[in-house]
């Protein structure tokens, strides 16, 4: 995810974003909302049988 900060410190370029998104397995910029669903996933019942996981909502980071 980037927030407004990252994009203004460390990806002020398209060229960079581009290149961010290029090392993901999906090809778009990972968002606020991204993460929220996965929270709201843990948060709901349908997470009820998962225990000690780890769930990396990163787009495929290679």
């Known amino acids: 995810m980037i927030t407004e900060k ?3 410190l460390w990806y ?3 060229e960079q974003v581009d290149a961010m998104i290029g090392r993901q397995m ?3 910029v990972l ?3 991204d993460i929220a669903r996965a929270v709201l996933f843990l948060a ?3 997470s ?3 225990t ?3 769930l990396i909502v990163d787009a495929g980071m290679s």
């Open 12 to 14: 002020p370029r398209q």
């Open 52 to 54: 000690g996981q780890t």
């Open 48 to 50: 009820r049988m998962i």
């Open 31 to 33: 968002t606020a909302e």
């Open 26 to 28: 999906i090809r778009r």
């Open 44 to 46: 709901s019942d349908d």
């Open 6 to 8: 990252q994009r203004r």
